[in-house]
């Protein structure tokens, strides 16, 4: 990847040094045309997208309440089609919009079909306000509300979505960016809800060095604690398959998983596995 291409991004922004979530959207907006309308819920992106007209993406944008932003995009989509414009509509929400408290809006419009590509980025809690547990944190990680660490799996957000059979749902890592930009542009020559889940490290959150965002999100995937999927109308699909290095080398990197005693690393572990099996299952139907 050329890093010196920002995409439709300006070469500043006000996100904390080594934002994942802020490295993510430079690769997409290398791929989304100027026009497409982005819708931005709460979240740490509301405050780094800035201020009309000192905006750092190239974009028209509009800023919404977490459980307004399908609704929004609907509307926003179906006005287009009415004046014959085929702009895309993107939503870019966190994962507490996400998973949380938008998850009502988001699954009816995916039972819908709305014509919106829903980008989740990840980065497994409630950062702007302060690092607060989210159905996505994982088992075993620290956040403010969860001092004695996460005791709950992450919410499997694809295989919920996946039972709404949506044309099509892609996970991707901010540390495999030709992966991440090809999903993209898949979804954008697909119409029908399309959903993405990217995996962007927060440094601050996740207390850990602002380098290490790239190599976190690459030990995750690595570990198999990302998986990198795609789901094309209900059928499963692994798009890289993980080395199976130690799960504890990504944890080595955050303060968030430090208190995770050996017990909670083979709990950890177990639900992993778990979660594979589940996968594969899926993968092995879609075969049948
Ligand atoms: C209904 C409602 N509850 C709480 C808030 C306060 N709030 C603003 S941003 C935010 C965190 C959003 O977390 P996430 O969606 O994961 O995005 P991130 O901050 O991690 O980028 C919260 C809780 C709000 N704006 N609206
Ligand atoms: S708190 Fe995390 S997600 Fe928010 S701007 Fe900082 S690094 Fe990015
Ligand atoms: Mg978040």
Known sequence: ??????????????????????????MVSRVIPEETRV??????????????????????????????????????????????????????????????????????????NEDIIYVCYDNEAYMNTGAQRSSSTPYGAWTTTTPDLKREDKKDVVFILAEHGIPYIATASVSHPDDLMKKVKKALRKSGFR????????????????SQTVNAARLAV???????????NGVFRVTYEPSWIPVERYFELQGRFKDLDEKGVSSFKERLERRWRRIRERVKDAHL
């Open 195 to 210: 959903f993405i889940l990217l995996f962007t490290p927060c440094p601050t959150g996740w207390m850990m060095e602002e």
């Open 1 to 26: 990847m050329d890093l010196t291409d920002c995409g439709l991004m300006e070469p500043g922004h006000i996100a904390c040094a080594g934002c994942g979530a802020a490295l993510a959207m430079k």
């Open 222 to 232: 690595e570990a198999g604690v990302f998986p990198l999927l795609e789901v094309e």
């Open 39 to 112: 819708v931005v819920p709460a979240g740490c992106w509301s405050i780094i997208m800035g201020r009309h007209p000192d905006l750092c993406v190239r974009v028209p944008n509009v800023h919404t309440p977490f459980a307004l932003a399908c609704g929004f995009a609907t509307g926003m989509r179906a006005a287009l089609r009415r004046k014959n414009g085929d702009s895309p509509v993107l939503v870019w929400a966190g994962d507490g919009a996400t998973y949380d408290i938008g998850f009502g809006a988001l699954s009816a419009a995916a039972e819908r």
